[in-house]
């Protein structure tokens, strides 16, 4: 049974041992309780354990926070983010998708998410009800923080996926007993943003080494600004919120010390996992290898994840091209010309950035960002620009964008004759300058599960789709479908249209 499986607890050794010393099979019949009843929400419960019996303790809790995040990083899993990229080929980035999106798609992540979700509720009921016993008053809100943050993560990746969702938290009962009906996706992002807000405030600004890897409040802010600029886009657009996301990225920004990886081709080496770049991640480690790196090919790409050939002609020439993304073998081929799929691949999570034991045994321990601080800078500067008075760009949103764009090209001074790589400037117009942001978060933050995001809220879907041969739009492309079984069950759910 893995107990752990992202930057959470993997990493410390302590915490392993005080979660092997919990009652095993307790845990393993909590666990299944919360696994067996998320994909259809409305399943009985398995046993009698709930959170009055078992959170009595704060390594009970934490060990339950580790368990709502197990299924969502694992390796040759589609109900994870390890291997849960075949649900996200219909942006412009992955190769090989369609538009035939059949009545189950994304069910296996659906599915995780509320197992997740869940497990922090049960958690976050047993703080409410005091029946966590010999802890402080500050170790409760640091634990009751984490479990706020985990939720709101997977609120957040549900609400953008598939929509209106139940609102279910600690004040309500769990789907086993109460059915709900969809929220508006305003009532969502208002639970969304109380858990992060509550989370910034009582999560610690870092943790020590034997704890690394935990939510911080620089974490908590930055998901924060993620979530506002999205309900300023659509579908919400609420533009508001771009003042919102601003202040909320410029928490982070503020934070002594933190600052982007000086060299694009370290951002995900092995010795920078913990890198003041990396607010969250989802990892693995020598004793839980999650992700695979095994390719189908020689060319040493992250061959179940092809690219589209078109990112390469978009793409400028830059360090960073070269450091993410991957369109020549060892050999010096190029991708057209190779043997079996002539397709360019992702580089981040494969290697120079794992290990040649680890590329032989099928496995790896890369890391798989959730925010990043250039993710952070992006968001600021667009926020920044779509909330300031002014027509052309603002001096603080440029210089935010402009300290990506410089470590794409190699570092502050290096200038590239391509356009598509220049500076930017406050002489660009509002429009110009978003039209930046979209493309720096496009090739800054590939292959990390945001392009498809950025498609939706940008309404930009329609503009790429027409790679598909014979696809036409439709509005609810923007969406997921809700797995079939959850609407059978639920009779308060109503499908997402064109489904």
Same mark, same amino acid.
């Given at each position: 049974?893995?107990?752990?499986?992202?930057?959470?607890?993997k990493?410390?050794?302590?915490?392993k041992?005080?979660?092997?010393?919990?009652n095993?099979?307790?845990?393993?019949?909590? @666990?299944?309780?919360?696994?067996?009843?998320?994909?259809? @929400?409305?399943?009985?419960?398995?046993?009698?354990?709930?959170?009055?019996?078992?959170? *009595?303790?704060?390594?009970?809790?934490?060990?339950?926070?580790?368990?709502?995040?197990?299924?969502?990083?694992?390796?040759?899993?589609? $109900?994870s983010?390890?291997?849960?990229?075949?649900?996200?080929?219909?942006?412009?980035?992955?190769?090989?998708?369609?538009?035939?999106?059949?009545?189950?798609?994304?069910?296996?992540?659906?599915?995780?998410?509320? !197992?997740?979700?869940?497990?922090?509720?049960?958690?976050?009921?047993?703080?409410?009800?005091?029946?966590?016993e010999?802890?402080s !008053?500050?170790?409760?809100? =640091?634990v009751?923080? $984490?479990? *706020?943050?985990?939720?709101?993560?997977?609120?957040?990746?549900?609400?953008?996926?598939?929509?209106?969702?139940? &609102?279910?938290?600690?004040?309500?009962?769990?789907?086993?007993?109460?059915?709900?009906?969809?929220?508006?996706?305003?009532? =969502?992002?208002?639970?969304?943003?109380?858990?992060?807000?509550?989370a910034?405030?009582k @999560?610690?600004?870092?943790?020590?080494? %034997?704890?690394?890897?935990?939510?911080s409040?620089?974490?908590?802010?930055?998901?924060?600004?993620?979530?506002?600029?999205?309900?300023a886009?659509?579908?919400?657009?609420?533009?508001?919120?771009?003042?919102?996301?601003?202040?909320?990225? +410029? +928490?982070?920004?503020?934070?002594?010390?933190?600052?982007?990886?000086?060299?694009?081709?370290?951002?995900?080496?092995?010795?920078?996992?913990?890198?003041s770049?990396m607010?969250?991640?989802?990892?693995?480690?020598?004793?839980?290898?999650?992700?695979?790196?095994?390719?189908?090919?020689?060319?040493?790409g992250?061959?179940?994840?092809?690219?589209?050939?078109?990112l390469?002609?978009?793409?400028? !020439? $830059?360090?960073?091209k070269t450091?993410?993304?991957?369109t020549?073998?060892?050999?010096g081929?190029?991708?057209?010309?190779?043997?079996g799929?002539?397709?360019?691949f992702?580089?981040?999570? &494969?290697?120079?950035?794992?290990?040649?034991?680890?590329?032989?045994?099928?496995?790896?321990?890369?890391?798989?960002?959730i925010?990043?601080?250039? %993710? &952070?800078?992006?968001?600021?500067a667009?926020?920044?620009?779509?909330?300031?008075?002014g027509?052309?760009?603002?001096?603080?949103a440029?210089?935010?964008?402009?300290k990506?764009?410089?470590?794409?090209?190699?570092?502050?001074?290096?200038?590239?004759?391509?356009?598509?790589?220049s500076? !930017?400037?406050?002489?660009?117009? +509002?429009?110009?300058?978003? %039209?930046?942001?979209?493309?720096?978060?496009?090739?800054?933050?590939?292959f990390?599960y945001?392009?498809?995001?950025?498609?939706?809220? *940008?309404?930009?879907?329609?503009?790429?789709?027409?790679?598909?041969?014979?696809?036409v739009? +439709?509005?609810?492309?923007?969406?997921?479908?809700?797995?079939?079984?959850?609407?059978?069950?639920? *009779? @308060?759910? &109503?499908?997402?249209?064109?489904?």
């Open positions: 049974m893995r107990i752990v499986s992202i930057q959470f607890f990493t410390q050794h302590k915490m041992n005080i979660i092997i010393k919990i095993v099979c307790l845990i393993a019949m909590m @666990l299944l309780l919360t696994q067996n009843s998320c994909t259809d @929400l409305n399943e009985q419960p398995l046993s009698s354990i709930s959170p009055q019996t078992f959170y *009595k303790t704060i390594p009970q809790c934490e060990s339950a926070l580790a368990g709502a995040m197990a299924r969502l990083y694992s390796e040759w899993n589609d $109900q983010y390890g291997y849960g990229w075949i649900f996200f080929k219909r942006d412009d980035q992955l190769a090989g998708g369609n538009d035939n999106i059949p009545s189950e798609h994304g069910k296996p992540l659906w599915g995780s998410h509320w !197992a997740a979700i869940l497990n922090c509720n049960g958690v976050l009921k047993a703080i409410k009800n005091g029946s966590v010999g802890a !008053a500050t170790e409760i809100e =640091v009751a923080a $984490q479990a *706020k943050f985990i939720r709101a993560w997977n609120y957040f990746q549900l609400v953008r996926l598939w929509g209106d969702l139940p &609102v279910y938290n600690e004040d309500v009962e769990d789907p086993t007993i109460l059915a709900l009906p969809r929220a508006p996706i305003a009532e =969502v992002y208002k639970q969304i943003i109380s858990d992060f807000t509550y910034s405030e @999560l610690p600004s870092s943790w020590s080494d %034997d704890k690394r890897g935990r939510p409040k620089s974490a908590a802010f930055g998901l924060m600004a993620k979530a506002y600029v999205t309900m886009t659509f579908p919400m657009n609420a533009k508001e919120n771009y003042a919102k996301a601003r202040d909320a990225a +410029k +928490k982070v920004m503020d934070e002594p010390g933190r600052m982007l990886t000086p060299k694009v081709e370290d951002v995900f080496k092995r010795e920078n996992k913990y890198s770049e607010l969250w991640s989802l990892i693995s480690n020598a004793a839980d290898p999650m992700t695979s790196v095994q390719i189908w090919n020689t060319n040493e992250w061959g179940d994840n092809a690219a589209e050939a078109r390469d002609s978009l793409w400028p !020439a $830059q360090p960073r450091a993410y993304f991957q020549v073998n060892a050999a081929q190029s991708y057209r010309t190779w043997d799929t002539q397709a360019p992702c580089r981040k999570f &494969v290697q120079p950035n794992v290990t040649q034991g680890e590329w032989d045994a099928y496995q790896s321990q890369a890391n798989m960002a925010i990043r601080f250039a %993710d &952070v800078l992006l968001i600021y667009e926020a920044s620009n779509m909330a300031s008075g027509s052309n760009a603002p001096q603080d440029v210089d935010a964008i402009n990506v764009i410089d470590r794409a090209n190699g570092g502050v001074g290096k200038v590239n004759p391509d356009p598509r790589a500076r !930017a400037s406050t002489t660009w117009t +509002k429009q110009e300058f978003d %039209d930046r942001v979209i493309q720096e978060r496009n090739f800054e933050l590939c990390e945001d392009r498809w995001f950025d498609l939706i809220r *940008k309404r930009l879907l329609a503009k790429v789709t027409p790679k598909y041969t014979g696809y739009y +439709k509005e609810s492309d923007n969406l997921w479908p809700i797995p079939v079984l959850d609407i059978q069950q639920n *009779k @308060l759910f &109503v499908q997402n249209p064109g489904y």
